[in-house]
Nanobody, 115 residues
């Protein structure tokens, strides 16, 4: 079983930056992948970025070049550095992992970008 806890959300003006953190209850090195997803009001939850245990990353086209996902094995934490934020990035951001065939989600953290 894995518990995930996101932090770092908040209100930022367009063009600003935020860093989200996802703290896992066990070593992230033991997890095949971790990902960030987001869900805006009235929309489906979409993938933002993923990182594997061997540091391969994948990004949604809409965030490429602006967002960076990284893992900190020492702190069992995955971060999402978000730059050049736009109002369309406003959403609840969730951390997700898969272990032993089960999906685990964090509780989410709100990111609001004002124009």
């Amino acid at each position: 079983q894995v518990q995930l806890a996101e932090s770092g959300g908040g209100l930022v003006q367009a063009g600003g930056s935020l860093t989200l953190s996802c703290a896992a209850s066990r070593s992230i090195f033991s997890l095949s992948y971790m990902g960030w997803y987001r869900q805006a009001p009235g929309k489906q939850r979409d993938l933002v970025a993923t990182i594997t245990s061997d540091n391969r990353t994948n990004y949604a086209q809409s965030v490429k070049g602006r967002f960076t996902i990284s893992g900190d094995n020492a702190k069992n934490t995955v971060r999402l550095q978000m730059n050049s934020l736009q109002p369309d990035d406003t959403a609840v951001y969730y951390c997700k992992t898969i272990s032993d065939g089960r999906q685990y989600w964090g509780q989410g953290t709100q990111v609001t970008v004002s124009s």
